[in-house]
Nanobody, 117 residues
Framework: VQLQASGGGLVQGGGSLRLPCAAS????????MGWFRQAPGKEREFVAS????????YYADSVKGRFAIWRDNAKNTVYLQMNSLKPEDTAVYYC???????????WGQGTQVTVSS
């Protein structure tokens, strides 16, 4: 499955953004999906994941209560709603098929999120 994240941009601290990630192919619903991010000079880190049919979600402690993940299998899209954004959320955000919190396959196109203080 090929993935393309979008929806990033520049936002003030405390603001919100919604990131969609569109997948190609017919196998989208066979995978759990996750969001990851990579800040400058840092390793890529797990943000959130969602099970195949959206029953279960899991979040990194750093975003719990602020971010929400959901998916629309009819549209082959997974979303990340980001609220109460902080400067430390600044990163390139990627989506990926996952097993647990481990990404599978190659990375698709990410989207830059920049939060100003």
């Amino acid at each position: 499955v090929q993935l393309q994240a979008s929806g990033g941009g520049l936002v003030q601290g405390g603001g919100s953004l919604r990131l969609p990630c569109a997948a190609s192919g017919r196998t989208f619903s066979t995978y759990a999906m996750g969001w990851f991010r990579q800040a400058p000079g840092k390793e890529r880190e797990f943000v959130a994941s969602i099970s195949r049919f959206g029953v279960s979600t899991y979040y990194a402690d750093s975003v719990k209560g602020r971010f929400a993940i959901w998916r629309d299998n009819a549209k082959n899209t997974v979303y990340l709603q980001m609220n109460s954004l902080k400067p430390e959320d600044t990163a390139v955000y990627y989506c990926a098929a996952v097993q647990g919190i481990t990404p599978l396959g190659s990375w698709g196109q990410g989207t830059q999120v920049t939060v100003s203080s």
